[in-house]
């Protein structure tokens, strides 16, 4: 059961509420009515929004077939050959959406260029650290995606070939991509700040035959060359026939290679090969801390529903909305940030580190780019939080109707922080779902309250359930976050995954037929969910599970704490040790008086069972290459494995950092401690 305060019965005051002139105006909203006169959604009352979206998500898990024909219709889906069914097998794994339908995604992303009143609107902005916005229009993106998607068929990319690229987050990213998905190839990306081990790792399970890769980036203040790396992978990859230089730092094309310019820069006619609707669309990996990452395959059908449903209906997002995530190509949100394009919308990409030259950087690319949507990372909400940002105060967000967060849970007061300090009238979205499905699993409704630490309500199509350790449905207690039904984005599989043996150890494990995505949540009995982190790494006391990150979000309320790691280890005698390691701010000390204020604060916001062992001050948290705490692998440390074992060393931004928690669990073992 959870340790957290359970919610009242009657619903507490929420932080914000949308006005009935945004709930009429949502686009979920007018969704509803025309589902319910065409579909059999149940209709609005239009006097109780929680009431009307609970309706209105109920309806979508249990007419699952109605819904998806639904969302479909109303995004005008252009099937060029129609399906035979909806869902002709609901089973997961497994699921067959919409057999016998072909389409293209690149397609349906690039329609707005075929409108005369959107053509020569922007599709792109692109923003560095320079803080210069360009822009592409649609029209040059679509002439662009013709041009190269006609280059990569004289390479001979045929539909279900691999495209690779080491790219940072530039325009010619999303060319390359939708260029790809033009032709039916499998798109694949790496950051160019992965080394060339942790690339290979993963391009090497997937085979690529064309490379698109950087001479290097700029990050930091600094200009970081990547020819060296290049060279590493094209050597490492001997299925790619073709590699495509883009000089962002303006170095000549590698032998053998060709260059971008030239592969951009024809008049050829858009074409888009029509693919059947589990046609591969791209593969993206897993952090894979504890191994090879896992190659995950989307579809080009599943993705595309799946992301209009989100953008257009749980973003609220349209023509004439600027959308930004603050994200890199090797994380899924950069995919998800591309698909703003189905819904019309102008996306916004930047290339630089989120907080250079200063903590406020992110919000000055929000306003330089007059940002509607901004997505970014609870982190960087913290990190603004205790560097005193005013982002309100200090930079024209007047433009900005909505922040999302996600990465990790949005603890309390980042919620107040956002409402404080960039609008009391802001539609916080924060959202979690994960790389498996690349999207959410709950998130943001723009005709619902906003309830502090709490994310909105489970997404439409979504199943979330929160399960006990029989199977058994809880509500206003922690369980695991499962999902009882198929969702399009799904994986159709793991690259090389014979008998899809590792995708169903992955999910279907402990509940067989049931997704388990093996997050903790509580879903409280007025709809919203909380999210208390990963479930393989609960602490577990005495029975009482907690999520690290209600620890974390209560420890790094202290100015002395940057960050922290909590670790609950068994011990072979049957005890169980749980350390709490901090990373000082600078200046700040770790005496007496700072450990017994963090424990005083666990003790009386969370509970008295997890207060730490022990307060260890540690020169870094480590991190994935995707900027998540790694948990495990340091408990596996701790445990004694060895770090070889315990991690793959790629998949982690900095390993010195863990040969520090090596060293420490070797050090406590020859003084016999735990």
Sequence with gaps: MSTTPEPAASSPEPLWSPSPERIAGARLTRFQQWAAQRHGAPAATGTDPVADYAALHAWSVRAPEEFWRAVTEWFDVRFSTPADTVLADPAMPGARWFPGARLNYAEHALRPALDPDQADRPALVHVDERHEPATVTWAELSRQVASLAAELRRLGVTPGDRVSGYVPNTAHAVVALLATAAVGGVWTSCAPDFGARSVLDRFQQVEPVVLFAVDGYRYGGKTHDRTATVAELRAGLPTVRATIHIPLLGTEAPEGALHWDASTTSKAEPHYEQVPFDHPLWVLYSSGTTGLPKAIVQSQGGILLEHLKQTGLHLDLGPGDRFFWYTSTGWMMWNFLVSGLLAGATIVLYDGAPGYPDTAAQWRVVERTGTTVFGTSAAYVIACRKAEVHPGRDFDLSAVGC??????PLPPDGFRWLHDEVAADLWIASVSGGTDVCSCFAGGVPTLPVHVGELQAACLGTDLQAWDAQGRPVVDEVGELVVTNPMPSMPIRFWNDPGDTRYRESYFEMFPGVWRHGDWITLTSRGTVVIHGRSDSTLNRQGVRMGSSDIYEVVERLPEIAESLVIGVEQPDG??????????????????????????????????????????????????????????????????????????????????????????AAERAAGGRP
């Design 403 to 408: 922040v999302a967060t996600t990465g990790s």
């Design 575 to 664: 005890g169980y040790w749980m350390p709490l390691f901090v990373r000082l701010a600078p200046g700040a000390a770790l005496d007496d008086g700072l450990r017994d204020r963090i424990r005083t604060a666990i003790r009386a916001q969370l509970s008295p069972r997890h207060v730490p062992d022990e307060v260890i001050a540690v020169p870094g948290v480590p991190h994935t290459l995707t900027g998540k705490r790694i948990e495990v692998p340091v408990k596996r440390l701790l445990q004694g494995t060895a770090l070889d074992k315990a991690v793959n060393p790629g998949s982690v931004d900095d390993l010195e950092v863990l040969r520090f928690y090596e060293r420490l």
